[in-house]
């Protein structure tokens, strides 16, 4: 087997299959056409790529909602990526994660979800499950096999993020994993943070891997995509049926970015990696911060699991908690002048982007111990990193001013 170097640039592409053309083209069609019922009916039952063309990962091909090739070669690209045995693709990350979720619950079922949880994903169990008498409780992102009190006997769904959003606690997966297998309860686990290159969750005894393809993937803040991965014949039969009869799809021409985004993102991966430790080393000896959260950097919160889970990898995000609560001016003074970090939701293109947010509102389990203290959220980009130091240095004498 090649490397996964190697494998980003070989993953999904089929020239002989597209007249020589090097990348998959972009294939839009609604309706596709057969040369005889028999084919359609065929096409109907998933036979005709169902091995070839789509890596075993649609079940019905006789109408665009089933794929294209363009979305077949970024399903089969990326199931290849994450050891899965099936890739379907739905028009973001967050509707991957619902549409996950939605196949797999019924009524009367709990869920088993991570404090630290990407905030859409908290809100949709709040407000959609519940309507659907689906419970969740919410479990501290550090709980490891302590899980096994926390499982009812309806518990259906154990899902994780890590690191988790914005406070970037680590889980660990291997352990919750292995209870939850036990208990056949199904294991969920939404690695947009390390994206396919970093972890692998499927070889970590999880299910189903969901991607934000929206982030590094695609890399370049132009599209909105998920992908779900999952390995074993029942778990993938349930995502397959649940897709479908959800009506989701993906957009050929967003998949056909995403793997143009596919090919160069390790070297991306690498710079941002490079970057975020000189920025992260900046912002550890300012006066400012009291505490850095980014696994990633030595003596940070989660850095032996993610030295153990995350083949040295993974994304270029910091948090930091100020030494106290500084007044909307002075903050507003920072960050709104800011000229290379970008004030905007998301991450993992191009550009570097700051937020402010504070972690109280969107945790109901873990302790908070920094009071109300400001947070910040620094996504670095591809901009040199000496550029970025000074524009944060600029930044924090304005704060202080
Ligand atoms: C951005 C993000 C998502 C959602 O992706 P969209 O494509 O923006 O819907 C899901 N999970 C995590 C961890 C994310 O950061």
């Not at 994660?97 to 709040?126: E, Q």
């Not at 309860?185 to 947009?192: E, K, Q």
């Not at 969901?210 to 014949?233: F, M, N, P, R």
């Amino acid at each position: 087997m090649v490397k996964k170097t190697t494998r980003l640039v070989a993953a999904g592409r089929a020239p002989e299959k597209h007249g020589g053309m090097v990348n998959t083209p972009i294939y839009q069609s609604s309706t596709v056409l057969f040369p005889t019922l028999d084919a359609y009916h065929q096409a109907e039952k998933g036979k005709e790529y169902y091995e070839e063309m789509a890596g075993g990962s649609t079940l019905d091909f006789s109408y665009g909602i089933g794929g294209t090739p363009t979305i077949f070669a970024l399903q089969q690209a990326l199931a290849e990526l994450e050891k899965g045995d099936a890739c379907v693709l739905t028009s973001s990350g967050l509707s991957a994660i619902t549409a996950t979720l939605l196949s797999v619950l019924k009524a009367g079922d709990h869920v088993l979800m991570v404090d630290s949880v990407y905030g859409p994903t908290r809100r949709f169990c709040n407000k959609n499950l519940s309507a659907l008498n689906i419970e969740t409780t919410y479990y501290d992102s550090t709980i490891g096999q302590e899980i096994a009190s926390l499982i009812q006997d309806n518990t259906r769904v154990i899902f994780m993020e890590s690191p988790g959003s914005l406070t970037f606690e680590m889980q660990d997966v291997a352990a919750i994993s292995a209870i939850a297998r036990k208990k056949n309860i199904v294991t969920m686990f939404d690695n947009s943070w390390a994206s396919p290159l970093y972890f692998n969750p499927l070889d970590h005894g999880v299910d189903i891997s969901i991607q934000a393809v929206t982030k590094y993937i695609s890399g370049h803040s132009d599209i909105l995509l998920g992908a779900v991965i999952t390995k074993g014949e029942e778990i993938t039969r349930t995502i397959l049926q649940g897709w479908r009869h959800l009506g989701m799809s993906a957009s050929p021409n967003e998949c056909y970015l995403a793997l143009r985004g596919l090919r160069t993102m390790e070297v991306r991966m690498k710079q941002h990696k490079e970057s975020t430790l000189l920025v992260a080393e900046y912002l550890k000896n300012r006066p400012e911060v009291q505490k850095l959260l980014c696994p990633m950097v030595p003596g940070c919160d989660g850095h032996d699991m993610w030295k153990r889970d995350f083949a040295g990898g993974g994304a270029s995000l910091i948090s930091v908690v100020l030494d106290k609560r500084y007044d909307a001016a002075a903050l507003s003074s920072m960050v709104d002048n800011l000229t290379l970090f970008g004030i905007g939701a998301s991450w993992g293109g191009f550009e570097s982007l700051v937020l402010d947010f504070n972690p109280s509102t969107i945790r109901t389990v873990s302790p908070w111990p920094y009071g109300d203290a400001t947070c910040l959220r620094f996504y670095v980009g591809l901009e040199d990193p000496d550029d970025l130091i000074a524009d944060l240095e600029a930044g924090f004498n304005r704060l202080c001013a």
